[in-house]
């Protein structure tokens, strides 16, 4: 079964040279364009005084940890996927169901829920929906089922580890937890999600597409094309996610855990290493968007987040935290949605600091653009030719988002 880390791999390999291909004009995609405006636009902010010398220093004192892990932790998880270590895992999981669609269903959402949790949601957004997608033609299933349990857990399961999602390093920060205490309160919030999600999943999607008689032919095992590299690489996830228990700092473990399997590839595989494993485009836009939220935060965005999220406390309180969460990221984006809330509200008030969070990281699933990894995700599903029932989606994602929301803040006011 050829599978894209195959082909990956199969491209720094030896073989025939190939006849020339026509000259490319290149051109940026729109997401480039994006990110270089905001880095440029929230230069302006800093360097005109828009934003005060203090709070840009402030700002990108703060930041600069996060890049360090977005940008380590990114590259950590394309080489992964270029070992194929999430194709091995795939085939397992597609031979472990045997030939059942309801047992496939759990584990197709099961690694999804991991990778989420252990690798973030633009893991699971950018590198396990091709695999997944691949999968399903393997299979010869429906791809839509399969694409959609990327996409919703990418989100909905990103809330227990700080590392899971950028905004719960944010928040984390904010509310002086480290990542096992930070865990334990978000471990039941976390499981109301994906219990909802799993559940709207099988109904929405997988029931009404399952095949005939509920079966599909079990794939042959996937065998990594480079066993040592493949080894490498698990072994490079397993000591970051072993170094996050251990309350290792999240840069450190991620930049440690990308040296060892830098190394393997160093020696395996030299030309894979190119300059485009270094996500710039999302460092360019988490640092543009910080500097540009700041700003307008300052010129009014906070008054108005300030007024939609109010005064109020207890269960009232965190359910308007919660669904301004989800309003503001369908809105703009969930990134400047919690920026712009966290700074109205007071660091003491822990509970709709969380409740927030959760809004801006199960909410944001009714608009395309609510998150950077719904946007990367429609970017592959369309570079594959998969297309999903954009209204059937859009309904069903919303239902997802308002329901999911609900949920996982009345868990969180459970354990407050």
Not at 281 to 300: A, E, I, M, P, S
Not at 306 to 320: F, M, Q, Y
Not at 362 to 380: C, D, H, K, V, Y
């Amino acid at each position: 079964m050829r599978t894209w880390s195959d082909v990956k791999l199969a491209a720094v390999a030896d073989a025939p040279p190939a006849p020339p291909e026509p000259t490319r004009r290149w051109r940026p995609h729109p997401l480039d364009l994006v990110a270089v405006v905001l880095a440029v636009v929230g230069a302006a902010c800093a360097l005109s005084g828009l934003l005060p010398r203090a709070e840009t220093t402030a700002t990108v004192h703060r930041i600069l940890p996060l890049l360090l892990f977005l940008g380590t932790v990114i590259v950590l998880a394309e080489l992964t996927a270029v070992a194929g270590v999430f194709d091995v895992l795939a085939s397992r999981l597609a031979i472990a169901a045997r030939g059942r669609w309801a047992a496939l269903f759990l584990l197709c959402g099961g690694l999804a829920t991991v990778t989420t949790l252990v690798l973030n949601l633009d893991t699971t957004a950018v590198l396990l929906t091709p695999v997944l997608l691949a999968l399903a033609r393997n299979l010869r299933v429906p791809a839509a089922p399969l694409a959609v349990t990327t996409v919703w857990l990418a989100n909905t399961a990103s809330l227990l580890l700080p590392v899971s999602n950028l905004t719960n390093l944010l928040a984390a920060d904010r509310v002086g937890l480290s990542p096992l205490a930070y865990a334990e309160r978000m471990a039941l919030p976390q499981l109301a999600a994906v219990a909802v999600t799993m559940a709207l999943l099988w109904y929405a999607w997988w029931r009404r597409e399952r095949p005939v008689g509920g079966r599909f032919v079990a794939p042959a095992r996937h065998v990594p094309a480079d066993p040592v590299l493949h080894r490498t690489a698990l072994a490079g996830c397993l000591l970051f996610v072993a170094g996050i228990v251990a309350g290792v700092e999240i840069g450190l473990a991620s930049t440690v855990a990308l040296a060892l399997v830098l190394l393997g590839f160093v020696v395996r595989s030299p030309a894979t290493l190119r300059p485009g494993l270094v996500p710039v485009r999302l460092l360019l836009f988490v640092t543009g968007l910080f500097l540009v939220v700041q700003t307008l935060g300052r010129h009014g965005l906070d008054d108005l987040v300030g007024n939609l999220l109010g005064t109020d406390g207890g269960t009232l309180g965190a359910l308007r935290a919660g669904g301004t969460g989800a309003l503001l990221s369908n809105a703009v984006n969930n990134l400047p949605a919690y920026l712009a809330g966290e700074s109205v509200l007071p660091a003491g008030d822990h509970t709709r600091l969380l409740a927030l969070l959760i809004g801006t990281n199960i909410g944001p699933l009714a608009a395309p653009w609510a998150s950077l990894a719904t946007l990367l995700w429609f970017e592959r599903c369309r570079a594959v030719g998969v297309r999903v029932p954009v209204t059937r989606f859009v309904v069903t994602s919303t239902v997802l988002a308002v329901t999911g929301t609900l949920a996982a803040v009345g868990a969180l006011l459970l354990v407050s």
